[in-house]
């Protein structure tokens, strides 16, 4: 009764307030509760307007309009299986799977999930919906309104035209941009939701916006209803070829067979080019149900040693249609010379296969069992003709991402074999059949249990086998050092595969050929048990789809291999000062495997090699192999140039002699120095002509010596790891991830390398930036990324792919 007396004591004016403010806080709550449309459901009333004022009157071509800009704008983050949200953009196929909230790069799973590979582990986007992957793409009525309204993509891209990322400084902290940051994977049926909450994230995702033409060019095509032609068949030159090929893998013969099986293994991951093919036509080798002839049918298996089954398989090529990126492009070339280099090795040797071996996991995973009726000096020189092909493999991968394997290496070092023609313990046949248990790789895939082998059996193994091999290296004699270069391959003087340089970027790591660089810390020598190991460890063996237990089995294994490789490097230096160097190596995580895994010492004591004349003895050692190697350094600069021993597009000589003398100033830097630096930056240096412009890596090699954690990263190093962190400079584009980009004028090129040699702390690096970096928030971004894909292009027509831009720091 008193409200009512209340209510009627207030005036018409306030009880209209009243009256008003309820309504609003009502609508305020209707609003919250029932979601009413707002963004997504206004944008419907748009899409006329949209459509009128954005879509191309004609058609758009897939492969000249539509293509260029998904590559060079969306591909170059969405081109791997690091791919966010598994939303592979790099063919049509990938588009119409979509997108999932699986994460494959999971380093603490429990259990191994399904595989995902896209063309091979499900077939049709029915297959993939089945597999909890959801539509980016309109997949109800089509029509050029639904088609925009229903898709994903184009909701993205237009938040991106809505809502412009700045244009000058750093991103604000509201992107995340770290490596294994939280994916945020927008459905449509939240789409409105992640706009409201983010309305910077549109795509490209924290990089410049699209142009208008190009915007216009992906709705349009959206809008059509996404359409891609056909893909081309093989071409004309690669017809006849195949036939060839295929026909030489699939005879009937056991020892063909068998031989096939080894090439299979470890070709599986190639993109094969074929001899005087278009540039970037790649095919498969494949296993198939069907024979020669027939459409294609791929066995999906996990490893390309697992059972393809009990019924009738044939070795296939098939054509590899999606865009090429950088990170996961391994090219190996078939010829006519390569078909004969083939049967010189595996069939005109006499040895016989009475039976072919089985595919049961704990024969199948060891490849000195397999493939024991080859003879061993075959197969090592089959890896040893492209070593860098076999290198590539394990540094650079299929798997786009590689921290397990890679955080075992240094950041910088060489790589040379031993000489096959040299009678050493490791290229004895028989030997190595013997040791086959000793060499059995990890191979309980699935079991976290196997990780308790690494102790029990794996190490055990790795120590029998180590013995064996010193007590002949015990035998050997003392050679002088002259003659000791013997044992070391030189490639036949013509071969750049003899001597590489492995440079490791955290999780990602590319190879180069030569001696690239300063001397580094340590050196490999690579005989074919340990090459073979590595390539059945960490590309034919590896299950990126594994858990915990298998990743940490084949992390553990690869530090065997590295010790292997850096001891037999050790044994060509003086008893005196091996321990010494050794125990230099030795610290930090590098410190407790060596306690957990003690090795024989026995090879310590032996003195293999005489004849030092300095008190450098490894410096001495690293001039001798230089030496050895020295007909070998033109044909591996042509081929870092260019892909090419027959190098015709070197740069000038005049910029080039000025450009270097200023990057010697940039190479020389070390320690605190490049504390703020990027693992990989790209330079461009602009001549007086466009056509003479330079191009220049500058690498920093970063020391993990004193870090403890298997999965160190750059917050966990000490000042004593970054004192010992240098720079490498190379003439040519390394490396998959470029961290950053600069440009600079030939003529101011001496002011350039003077202030990035002045830096030392992150205020000096950023005005270096300011005035030579082009950021992620640049207009010109677009512009230089543009030009290094085309020169990588231009330079490498073969061996080139798309960089990936993931890993651009935001500096």
Known sequence: MRLVMRWQKISNHTRALVLLSVALLLGVFIY????????????????????????????????????????????????????????????????????????IY?????????????????????????????????????SPEDNLHNSVLYHLLRLKKQHPQPRVNKLPGSFTLKLNREQTCPKLDSIEEFTEEHPLWGMPYAMPDLSDPEYRTLVSWIARGSQVPPPAGPSATVRPQIIQWESFFNQPSGKQRLVNRYLYEHLFHA???????????????????????????????????????????????LQYHPSIVAKNHIVYEFSDKRLQRFRELFLVPDYSVSRLPSYETEIASNPFKVFAAIPAVSRYRFMLDDAHFFIEGFIKGPVCRGQIALNVIEDQFWVVFFNPDQPIIANNGQFIENMADELQLPADFDNNLDLLRIWTDYWKGQRRYMESKQAWFKKMGTHELGHAMNFIWDGGGTNPNAALTVFRHFDSGSVAYGLVGSSPETTWVIDFPLLERIHYLLVAGFNIYGNIGH??????????????????????????????????????????????????QEWLRTESVKGYQTGNPQQELYQ???????????????????????????????????ADRAMIK?????????????????????????????????????????????????????????DRDTMTVVKWLEGSYP???????????????????????????????????VRRTSPLFWELADWFQDNYKRNKPVLSGLFDLNRYQNR
């Not at 001899?275 to 790649?282: L, N, Q």
């Not at 090419?644 to 080039?656: F, G, H, M, R």
């Not at 030939?746 to 390398?753: G, N, Q, R, T, V």
């Not at 992150?762 to 030579?772: A, I």
Request: proline share 6%; with cysteine.
């Open 32 to 103: 919250i509760v029932f979601g009413l449309p707002h963004a997504v459901h206004n944008e419907t009333r748009d899409f006329g307007l949209e459509l009128s004022s954005v879509l191309l009157a004609d058609p758009v071509s897939y492969e000249q309009q539509v293509k260029p800009v998904l590559e060079r704008r969306c591909v170059v983050c969405h081109g791997c299986y690091d791919a966010p949200c598994q939303l592979k953009l790099s063919s049509i196929e990938g588009l119409q799977r979509g997108a999932s909230e699986e994460r």
């Open 106 to 142: 999971e380093a603490r799973r429990i259990t191994s999930i399904p595989p995902t590979r896209l063309f091979i582990d499900a077939k049709s986007t029915a297959q993939w919906r089945s597999r909890g992957f959801y539509p980016v793409l309109n997949e109800g009525t089509q």
């Open 271 to 317: 993109h094969i080019h074929f001899a005087g093919s278009p540039a970037h036509e790649f095919y498969r080798l494949v296993r198939s149900t069907t024979p020669p002839g027939k459409v294609i049918n791929e066995i999906a298996t996990l490893r390309p040693n697992d059972d393809p089954g009990n019924s009738p398989f044939y070795y296939r090529l």
């Open 551 to 600: 990743r940490m089995s084949t992390r553990i294994y690869m530090d065997f291999l590295r010790m292997e490789g850096e001891d037999s490097f050790l044994a060509f230096l003086p008893v005196s000062r091996r321990k010494e160097i050794r125990d230099k190596w030795y610290i930090g995580q590098r410190s407790s495997i060596e306690k957990l895994f003690s090795a024989p």
């Open 624 to 658: 001798r192999i230089k030496g050895r190697l020295g007909p070998l350094a033109q044909p591996a600069k042509a081929m870092n140039h260019c892909g090419s021993v027959e190098c015709k597009n070197l740069p000038a000589e005049a910029a080039v002699k000025r």
């Open 666 to 722: 940039v190479a020389q830097l070390q320690g605190e120095q490049l504390h703020a630096f990027p693992d990989v930056a790209f330079v461009r240096v602009k001549a007086d002509k466009p056509e003479d412009d330079l191009t220049y890596s500058l690498i920093r090699n970063k020391a993990y010596k004193n870090v403890t954690s298997f999965l160190a990263d750059e917050r966990e190093r000490d000042r004593a790891d970054i």
């Open 739 to 773: 961290n950053f980009f600069f440009s600079v004028a030939l003529s101011d090129i001496e002011e350039f390398s003077s202030r990035c040699a002045a830096i030392r702390n992150d205020k000096d690096y950023e005005r270096f930036v300011d005035q030579y970096g």
